[in-house]
């Protein structure tokens, strides 16, 4: 963005957002809206406790095992999907309809089928991420050069060596750009199970804090949350960019 | 060439059906051991079907392919391809891209690539070892290509049009390679083209195929100018009787 000749770094536009807040907050509009500066005052002061650091704690471990699963299923699904016509066609329209299901609503059933705990919390977070990850792995595979597949089979490559060798290879971009996806629409699942399925972790923060209209600290905990999906999608994207110098020259 | 043993590869009568297509119908055709032997034809005659039967990558309907006396059912190691549009992995570096058959084969990692530096200098790309295919020009690129098919020492190579996707000059200059290929490497070659001047300039062999049904019309042996230095070929008299013939004879057969 460049303003009256002065190049300025990117995301200043945050600054001005941030500084309207500020304003906001300190002519005392709406209880719902503080100051951002108490808000980070409130971080720093709730950063340490126990609590907050047990709910981190909590919410990364299901979110890391949910979204690992989603990559660890999904990944070679979906390549199997755009190899095979007929693993495709029995899979494809479920993938479609789960990945535009209002998956909220299938989380009760979650909780009668895994019960109330931390199981549930992952098999929703893996739900909400998977669906993206296998239909762009399987169109990262479709669109690959069939001579790369020729070439492969030609100099004698097992199956195995073809999937894991040219296949996966190919489908990287795709398969990235999915999984940074996935990771953002896992950020949701997991919040909504803790909310929903137990009360654990930032889900226990979100309801204590809005429940007894403590502002200050509820922005600050979604604020750590944006601000962690925030960073892995930018880690993600730049993982990505890691591979753009072949994506357009397949 | 009628004894069968002086034949690398041996096509019998093959036929190849797509549906109610009929790609190819009773084709039978010798590849003589050592020697370069073009597939030339008009689009639509075949001639890539029939490579790709030989190597292995589709089956025939019916008929059989030999090589060095073994029927043809999959790829093998004694047949290696070089592709039309080179069939580079773009997110592997040259040298693993040349070692990428040996590497197939669980050759050693040192021992792979130090087959593909040699064939690497061969065909001219010293220097470009660590290079990715995105950074190299399409001539370039077909010389990896071309290096990777070697680096596996097939005795069978089969060049699908491997130099349509390179610009005119880099053309002649493969050409020439080419021709130095043959004489050192002592390997059966197998080359599709739809150049006629392409054909009779490095060919022991001209194999022309015409379309529905594709069949063989005719096999041509130049005799006079093989062994003449290359700058002279095109100048050569038969050379040129051979284009004419070629030409006079596909004419009819292009719309």
């Known amino acids: 963005m460049t303003v009256f000749g002065i190049k300025l770094p990117n995301m200043s536009s945050l600054l001005l957002w941030g500084l309207l807040w500020e304003f906001i907050g300190q002519i005392e509009l709406t209880f719902f809206l503080p100051p951002l500066s108490a808000i980070f005052a409130t971080l720093l002061e709730i950063g340490g406790t126990k609590a907050f650091i047990t709910a981190l704690k909590e919410t990364a471990h299901a979110f890391s095992i949910g979204t690992l699963s989603a990559i660890v299923i999904g990944v070679p699904v979906g390549i199997l999907m755009g190899k095979s016509r007929l693993i495709d066609q029995l899979l494809l329209p479920w993938v479609n309809l789960f990945l535009s299901a209002p998956l909220t609503a299938l989380v009760p059933v979650l909780m009668v089928l895994f019960g109330f705990g931390i199981k549930a919390i992952i098999i929703t977070t893996a739900l909400f991420a998977i669906w993206i990850i296998v239909l762009n792995s399987r169109a990262g595979v479709m669109q690959i050069n069939r001579s790369l597949v020729e070439m492969a089979h030609s100099f004698g490559a097992s199956p195995f060596d073809a999937f894991t060798k040219i296949y996966f290879w190919a489908a990287l971009p795709e398969i990235l750009g999915g999984v940074r996806i996935g990771f953002i629409r896992a950020v949701k699942g997991v919040i909504i199970g803790q909310l929903l399925i137990s009360i654990v972790g930032f889900g226990s923060l979100f309801e204590l804090y809005a429940s007894n209209f403590l502002m200050k600290h509820f922005w600050a905990v979604l604020i750590v949350l944006f601000a962690l999906a925030f960073v892995i999608a930018e880690f993600l994207a730049y993982l990505e960019r890691r591979v753009d110098y072949y994506a357009s020259r397949r | ?255």
């Open chain 2, 1 to 255: 060439m009628t004894n069968p043993s002086e034949n690398a590869v041996t096509v019998r009568n093959v036929y190849k059906n797509y549906g109610e297509v009929e790609a190819l119908r009773d084709l039978s055709l010798d590849f003589p051991r050592g020697q370069l032997t073009s597939l030339l034809g008009p689009s639509g005659c075949g001639k890539t079907t029939l490579l790709k039967i030989i190597a292995g990558l589709i089956p025939a309907t019916s008929g059989e392919v030999l090589v060095n006396g073994e029927v043809v059912k999959a790829p093998g190691p004694d047949r290696a391809f070089v592709f039309q549009d080179f069939a580079l992995m773009p997110w592997a570096s040259v040298i693993r891209n040349v070692a990428f058959g040996l590497e197939l084969r669980g050759v050693p990692k040192s021992e792979r690539e130090a087959i593909a530096e040699k064939y690497i200098a061969e065909v001219g790309l010293t220097g470009f070892e660590h290079s990715f295919p995105h950074e190299l020009s399409g001539g370039m690129r077909q010389r990896v290509g071309l290096a990777r098919a070697l680096s596996v020492d097939a005795q069978v190579l089969l060049m699908d049009e491997p130099f349509s996707a390179v610009d005119e000059q880099t053309r002649r200059k493969f050409q020439e390679d080419l021709l130095g290929l043959v004489q050192n490497e002592n390997k059966t070659f197998i080359f599709v083209t739809h150049s006629i001047e392409e054909a009779v300039y490095v060919s022991d062999q001209i194999a022309i195929l015409l379309p529905r049904p594709s069949r063989v019309m005719e096999i041509i042996r130049p005799q006079g100018f093989r062994d003449k230095d290359v700058d002279h070929i095109r100048r050569d008299p038969e050379y040129l009787d051979i284009v004419d013939r070629i030409w006079a004879s596909l004419r009819s057969y292009v719309e």
